[in-house]
């Protein structure tokens, strides 16, 4: 499987350390906070990541000593601690939104998929949260669920984490037969009344079929630059019954501020040296 990390939003919260220095690049234990999901991949057997940028991208881009490729993209090697992987930059001149930024890398010539017929699902991580869920088992539920014969086939499987304090109502429903709900479909459901309203951790994978389908049944989203949000998406196949989800229990922090961001640190500096840390 191939991945995606979400790098290119602005880190407002995060001002003044987000002024001069990309998120992505501040220093968690030792190391820029963009490594240790290379590092968490890695480890995870994925070989090829898009990154998308913006925010101060020229950084990312000179950190990782990226080049233009004979096909034109922006690339890098880059040597994790066993082997190298290969990264391919997105760079968004003008801020595409979460949807609108899947969809430019899935232009990307073999980059997130091998051509445009693929459909095999690749991970999504936002680039500011930190978590701890097992990348390889989340790969593994995404291909077997392309294998379901049944419809509807699954487009999107969402890592979900207990509500924290600054998000205490949650965003999703978690079902106990793993399906993920915003809401009852028609009507009443009875099985929301053993369901847990979970957050969204920013980790997850998708099928690109999720996103074709949405250009190609809504002609607006190919406009103004296509510039639209993941979120919607997500919903409206929750809708259809094509979201699956998984309850991690264990670590997860939004590295939204600055105190989380010191907190992620104390974390990772705690811990003895690790393939995944």
């Not at 459909?119 to 097992?134: A, Q, R, S, Y």
């Not at 510039?227 to 998406?233: E, I, M, Q, T, Y």
């Amino acid at each position: 499987m191939r991945a995606m990390i979400l790098a290119a939003g602005f880190g407002t919260r995060m001002r003044p350390l987000t002024d001069h220095t990309p998120k992505p690049l501040l220093n968690v234990a030792g190391r820029p906070l963009l490594e240790h999901h290379l590092l968490r991949l890695e480890a995870a057997g994925v070989d090829d990541i898009v990154i998308n940028v913006g925010h101060l991208a020229q950084k990312i881009l000179e950190h990782f000593a990226a080049t233009r490729s004979p096909c034109g993209l922006l690339q890098a090697r880059w040597q994790g601690r066993r082997r190298e992987l290969t990264l391919t930059f997105s760079h968004e001149t003008t801020p595409l939104e979460t949807g609108g930024g899947i969809a430019r890398a899935l232009t990307l010539p073999g980059a997130l998929t091998a051509d445009d017929a693929d459909e095999t699902p690749f991970l999504l991580i936002n680039g500011d949260v930190w978590c701890d869920v097992d990348l390889g088992a989340l790969m593994a539920q995404a291909l077997a669920s392309q294998t379901q014969c049944l419809p509807p086939r699954p487009l999107a499987g969402l890592v979900l984490v207990d509500n924290p304090p600054h998000h205490p109502s949650g965003d999703f429903l978690l079902m106990q037969d793993g399906e993920v709900r915003d809401g009852p479909v028609n009507g009443t459901d009875e099985r929301m009344d053993n369901a847990d309203r979970l957050t969204f951790s920013g980790v997850s994978w998708l099928s690109p079929r999720l996103i074709r389908r949405a250009l190609h049944e809504t002609p607006a989203l190919r406009e103004g630059d296509g510039v639209f949000k993941l979120a919607p998406l997500l919903r409206d196949a929750m809708q259809r019954g094509e979201a699956r989800g998984l309850h991690h229990r264990g670590e997860w922090i939004d590295v939204g501020t600055p105190e989380r961001l010191d907190e992620l640190d104390r974390l990772l500096s705690d811990r003895p040296a690790h393939p995944e840390a």
